[in-house]
């Protein structure tokens, strides 16, 4: 599956815990990316500085649904299942 154009729920719904250009201590979830540019399109794609989890997410149906809105529930209730208990 390919990643469906101006979506980005994949860079705004999950927390990123390494650091990322712009944000040295990660990025909480449900806030943008500062690395997403006016297309909501990774500024960081294919550059080593692009955190691991990034690079290791890979567009599903199951994950992204049929809409943007679709992907932003799904990712946030992975978030949800699976922050640690504090």
């Not at 990025?27 to 294919?46: E, I, S, Y």
């Not at 290791?56 to 943007?68: I, N």
């Amino acid at each position: 599956m390919q990643c469906r154009s101006h979506c980005a729920a994949c860079c705004i719904a999950p927390s990123i815990t390494s650091p990322i250009p712009g944000m040295p201590h990660g990025k909480p979830a449900g806030v943008a990316c500062v690395q997403l540019d006016a297309q909501l399109r990774c500024k960081l794609f294919g550059d080593p500085r692009r955190p691991a989890f990034c690079g290791g997410l890979k567009a599903s149906a199951e994950m992204c649904g049929t809409t943007r809105d679709e992907a932003l529930l799904s990712l946030s209730e992975l978030e949800r299942l699976t922050r640690p208990l504090t």
